[in-house]
C-alpha cells in the first residue's frame, strides 16, 4: 500500500497526439558481410538478414539509416552492388562506412558501387560523421575540419560513425586483445580530444557484433556497436535525439511493436547521464499497426504501478518524478499491445539523482 501510494505519484502517463518537434529517429545498422560468390561464410544467410532488417526498417520510416561497416564479407564488387541494392529498398537516405572486410584501404570501389569514404551530414540541428578509421590520418583531420565548421555554425549536437569502436570488451585503455580491435592508441587519443573539445555526444559502431555499449570514463563520449545484422537475425538500433538527448533501443524484427524511450539516455557502463527533477518521458512505439495500450512502470524492488493508455496511436507522454525516488539505477518498462494483439516490452536503464 506504501508502494501504492507513492509510487502513484510517480507517472502520469498521458496520450499525445504527435512526436516531439524536435525529434530526429534513425537507425543504426551494422555487419551485414554480404556475400554472393557462393562460397565462405554467410553465402547463404547474409541476403536473407538484411531484406528482414529492411523490412522492419520500412515499417519504423526513420529519416535516415547509417551502416558501421563490414557491409561484405570479401569486398568484392558484386556483393557491394547487392548490399546496396537491398539496403536502398529502405526508402530514405543511407549513410555507409566500410569495415575491415571492405578493402577499406582501397576505398575506390566503395566510392564507385555505395558511396563517399566519409559521408557527412546535417539534419535537425544534428551533424553525423562518417569515419573511415582504416584511414585514420585522413579521417582525423576530416573529423577537424567538421568539427571547427559544425562549431561555426552553431550545430550543438555531433554524432560519430564508424565501423571500429572506441572501446571494446576487456579493456579499458585502447589495447586490444587479438580479433577484437577498437581504434587503439595515439590514434584514439586524437579522436577523444577532438570529440570531447568538439562536444561529440556518441560513436556509432560495429566490428564487435555484439552489443557493448560503454562511455568513455575519461570524456563520457558514448561509443555505441550494434549487434551484428547477419548474425543477429537482422538486428539493429533504433535511436532518437531529442533536444541533444540520444536514446535508442536495439531490435531485431522479431516482436512489434516496438518503442523508444525518448528524452531519457539509457544507462550504459561508465556513463554518468542521469535524471533529476520531474522528466517529461516521450514514449514513441513503432509497428506495422496502431498502438492501443501503453503501460510505463518500473521493474525490480520499485515496482511501479502500471498506467494504462487506451487510445491507439504510437506516440505517448508522462512525467517521471525523480524527487519521490531515492538516488539509484532504475528499470523503466515500457508494455505495448497493438491492434493485432501483438504484445511486446522493452526496458531501459536509467541512473536517478532522487529527492529521497
Ligand atoms: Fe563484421
Known sequence: MKHLIRLSL???????VTRPVSAVVFVHLSDTHINVTGKGRFSQ?????????????RIIKPAFVIVTGDITEYGDEASMAAYWAEIEKVGVPVHTVQGNHDKPRKPERFNRVVG???PVFDIEGCRFI????DLADEALALLKEQLADAKAKGIRSVFTFAHYPLLAPDNAAFNLSPGC???????????????????????FCGHLHSSYDVADPYTGILSLPVPGCVDHKGAFRVCSVTDGVLSW???DGSTWPLAILESVPPHVRSGTAFLEGKVSLQLLAFGPEPVLEATLGGVGRDVLPPVVCTTAGRAFEGTLDCTQLKSNFYNLRAHLVDAAGNAS??????LVKGGK
Open 181 to 203: 580491435a577498437s581504434l587503439q592508441g595515439e590514434r584514439a587519443l586524437r579522436y577523444l580530444a577532438l570529440a570531447q573539445e568538439g562536444g561529440i555526444v556518441a560513436h
Open 130 to 133: 562518417g569515419l573511415n578509421l
Open 249 to 251: 533501443s536495439v531490435f
Open 345 to 350: 516490452d522493452r526496458t531501459w536503464r536509467v
Open 45 to 57: 544467410e547474409s541476403i536473407p538478414t538484411l531484406r528482414r532488417a529492411v523490412a522492419a526498417i
Open 10 to 16: 510517480l507517472f502520469v502517463l498521458l496520450l499525445a
Open 116 to 118: 563517399a569514404t566519409h
